[in-house]
């Protein structure tokens, strides 16, 4: 695989996981006729923070895999940032839907991670190349 595939891959199953976050906050906005907002109800409120949260971070953590392909990054170093990230997201998605006790704490870690290591990397990458 490519750097860029790579990278492609992680964005692909980020857009899967996207769809699968809205479509739960529908079910119960559709089940318990909450037109609009959380209604009051504490389901509502923790499934749309969980799409809010995953649509917050999405896009920062993806950027950061790009940036990290066009700087040359070993392969298995998006790999792991791209999976830390679809990880963390996945479980903390499980974690507000109480599915899984500690998934919130461990996602937002995750996620927090992925940001630090990549920023550190992309910084590593950027001060330490031939072209700097």
Do not use: C, W
Not at 4 to 28: E, H
Not at 37 to 46: F, H, K, Q
Not at 69 to 78: D, E, G, H, R
Request: glycine share 12%; charged share 10%.
């Amino acid at each position: 695989m490519t750097l860029f595939q790579i990278v492609a891959l992680y964005i692909a199953l980020n857009m899967i996981l996207a769809p699968i976050l809205m479509y739960r906050v529908g079910q119960v906005r559709l089940g318990k006729k909450i037109n609009l907002g959380d209604g009051g109800d504490e389901l509502m409120l923790s499934r749309i923070r969980a799409h809010g949260n995953f649509t917050e971070n999405a896009p920062l953590a993806l950027l950061g895999l790009i940036a990290l392909a066009m700087l040359q990054a070993s392969p298995i170093t998006l790999h792991i940032f791209g999976a830390a990230f679809l990880i963390g997201r996945i479980l903390h998605a499980m974690g507000m839907a109480k599915v899984f006790g500690q998934g919130r704490l461990v996602g937002t870690l995750l996620t927090l991670l992925t940001f630090f290591g990549q920023a550190l990397y992309l910084l590593f990458l950027i001060f330490t190349s031939s072209g700097a």
